[in-house]
């Protein structure tokens, strides 16, 4: 079916378009733009007047708690989560359970996902056999069966003759590794961020050098095996002085931050709100004003939400006890468009940094809108507010810092494959 949206606000960031216009979809890719647009027939017609159409969200991390979790949230709640946020493609980490080691998983979790006939899904597979950090996993046999990249999610490895191993067989076949930084011993016991807040609460501590120590050791691993390196969640000004330096010498590393951090601090967790327990946790407000603007100059290279539904069972416990995780699918587009005003950006270098910049690390033709490009497309208002409540979130995880805020953005319309998938009720 030929579908035709007309009278919008055209914001394609790859080439910087930001302009009125008309968009062809036809056999799931955008077909023509503008005239040609206009001078074609078209089966549907979507009026998106006072409305910005962008390609689809593509959202690095967002777990989906299947398969092993499913009393947190199911692939089907999630994925509706998803395409609500505008979201159209997304990377889950491995860390399910069992984890994705095999890739008769991979294969499963992929045909779920299609049959739903939501969001694109690209699975990221266990860098070692169930996250033990022990023995390496089959990454040839893992890659074919669809995943993009190897990670071991929140679990460190120790052992680091064997994180060396990994990176070395990598780079042999080019398979991308995706990592976070922290040193496990450093961090140990450890819920709120190393400073005044976390003394004043009775909080143990986790130090910025836990991130340092461990990033530190990443970079050196990546100048000897010269291994495509993707550092997921970045949380300190720290890291991200060493993140810079990383890439003025040309090492193959690129670096994520959780949208979370860019907006909110240890200061947030006022008196032990759980909904702040996040991993890793929210740091100083310095680390803060550090990661919003490593965002914007392209230090770091996208924001994720860091999707992770939590049961009320295991959130509404004592901070130090909860479960650190927040939902994020949903507020991915808002929370993007409130740090890109707070730093006086325009839309599309604003949307660049969940667009565009994500499909280029993931190795997807997504996130632009060009002929010939993917028809994934999200349909929004950028002035509308709305009040994010739990009976608002489609999300089965209904936990967020962000509770009773007001947030503009609202999402008309989703589109994937030129196929629309959501539209606001």
Request: one cysteine or more.
């Amino acid at each position: 079916m030929r579908t035709l949206i007309r009278n919008a606000r055209i914001v394609d960031p790859a080439s910087g378009r930001d302009a009125p216009g008309e968009l062809l979809l036809a056999d799931g890719r955008v077909a023509a733009l503008d005239a040609d647009a206009r001078a074609a027939s078209a089966e549907r017609i979507i009026d998106a007047r006072g409305l910005v159409v962008a390609p689809g969200l593509i959202d690095l991390s967002a777990r989906l708690r299947e398969p092993g979790f499913e009393f947190k949230a199911t692939l089907e709640s999630e994925m509706e989560a998803a395409v609500a946020g505008g979201v159209t493609s997304l990377a889950c980490p491995p860390d399910t359970d069992p984890p994705l080691d095999e890739p008769g998983l991979v294969d499963m979790l992929r045909r779920r996902a299609k049959a739903l006939s939501r969001a694109r899904l690209y699975p990221i597979g266990a860098l070692t056999a169930k996250l033990e950090g022990g023995r390496l996993t089959e990454m040839a046999e893992l890659a074919a069966a669809g995943c993009v990249a190897f990670s071991q999610a929140n679990v460190a490895v120790t052992d680091t003759q064997v994180l060396w191993r990994a990176l070395q067989y990598a780079g042999t076949f080019g398979y991308p590794v995706w990592l976070r930084a922290e040193d496990p011993w450093l961090a140990r016991g450890g819920v709120a961020h190393d400073g005044e807040v976390a003394t004043r609460l009775g909080l143990a501590g986790i130090p910025v050098f836990a991130e340092t120590v461990a990033l530190g050791t990443l970079i050196e691993l990546v100048r000897s095996t010269r291994t495509r390196l993707h550092v997921c969640r970045l949380s300190s000004a720290a890291g991200v002085a060493l993140m810079r330096a990383a890439r003025r010498e040309g090492l193959p590393v690129s670096c994520d931050v959780g949208i979370h951090h860019v907006h909110l601090s240890d200061m947030d967790l006022g008196y032990f709100d759980a909904q702040c327990r996040l991993e890793p946790p929210l740091r100083s407000r310095r680390d803060r004003e550090a990661l919003a603007q490593a965002l914007a100059d392209g230090t770091i290279d996208c924001a994720v939400s860091d999707h992770t539904p939590v049961d009320d069972d295991h959130k509404q416990l004592p901070f130090a006890e909860a479960e650190p995780g927040a939902t994020g699918l949903e507020l991915l587009l808002p929370l993007v468009l409130k740090w890109g005003v707070e730093r006086k950006l325009g839309l599309a270098q604003t949307l660049a940094r969940v667009t565009c910049e994500p499909a280029r690390i993931l190795g997807v033709e997504a996130g632009r809108l060009a002929p010939g490009a993917p028809a994934d497309i999200v349909v929004f208002d950028p002035e509308t507010a709305f009040r994010v409540a739990p009976e608002t979130l489609r999300s089965q995880g209904k936990n967020s810092p962000f509770l009773g805020y007001e947030l503009a953005g609202r999402v008309r319309a989703t589109l994937v494959a030129g196929q629309v998938v959501y539209e606001q009720p």
